[in-house]
């Protein structure tokens, strides 16, 4: 079975610097998606980026971009030029290519201080 | 402005009763999920459905009922038999399922048994 991990409970960045999340998963499959979702403390999901599994090229979206390391199976996400409202819980999440079941990680706690 | 709508946000139930949480979409997503998070947890997928009037079981059934009559709509209802069922639920939608769409979640429900 498939499984997400995201080894850092929490972390802390200082506003206006760079911060990397980490996420690793374990999959047999070749065919797969990954994604990145923020839950701010409204507690709505929201996508942060997606990247497909077949695709060399990292995903990048504004400030957001990946690290995917296919072959390490690891997808870590960098958040450039922290801003206060990037505060909010990040999870890493698979899904399989031929079946839209999502597994979540367990979530890192994402910390900004002014 | 098309998006999934959770209701109620907040929901107490007394012990031994049946609670249904509502989610709707105007999204025109043919699949439709239903998360429970706890705290610590992540996202855990109690069941999923992908046409109208069939549905299958996620991870954490037990305890849990649902219904797909319409394309719009997919209560679930949180029975007595759920030994467990204060948290935080959350409602998704995507495309056709096997494609590569994401999810889109709802703002969520707050239930907790008193």
């Known amino acids: 079975a498939q499984t997400v991990t995201q080894s850092q409970p929490e972390m802390s960045v200082q506003e206006a610097e760079t911060v990397t999340l980490s996420c690793t998963y374990d999959t047999s499959e070749s065919d797969y998606y990954l994604f990145w979702y923020k839950q701010p403390p409204s507690r709505q999901m929201i996508l942060v980026i997606r990247?497909?599994?077949?695709?060399?090229q990292n995903a990048t979206e504004n400030r957001f971009s990946v690290n995917f390391q296919k072959a390490a199976k690891s997808f870590s996400l960098k958040i450039s030029d922290s801003q206060l409202g990037d505060a909010a819980m990040y999870f890493c999440a698979y899904r399989s290519g031929g079946y839209d079941k999502i597994i979540f990680g367990k979530g890192t706690r994402l910390h900004i201080l002014p | 402005d098309g998006g999934i709508t959770q209701s109620p946000k907040y929901l107490f139930r007394k012990e031994g009763q049946n609670v249904t949480l509502s989610c709707e979409q105007n999204?025109?997503?043919?699949?439709m999920y239903w998360y429970r998070q706890d705290p610590g947890q992540g996202l855990r997928l109690i069941y999923y459905?992908?046409?109208?009037?069939?549905?299958q079981k996620g991870d954490i059934a037990e305890g849990y009922s649902v219904s797909r009559e319409k394309k719009e709509s997919f209560p679930l209802t949180v029975t007595s038999a759920q030994k467990n069922p204060t948290a935080f639920y959350l409602c998704?939608?995507?495309?056709?399922?096997?494609?590569?769409?994401?999810?889109?979640f709802g703002p969520g429900t707050r239930l907790t048994v008193l």
């Open positions: 990247q497909e599994a077949y695709k060399q």
């Open positions: 999204l025109n997503h043919d699949a």
């Open positions: 459905s992908q046409i109208v009037n069939d549905f």
């Open positions: 998704a939608s995507s495309t056709l399922a096997g494609v590569t769409d994401t999810q889109y």
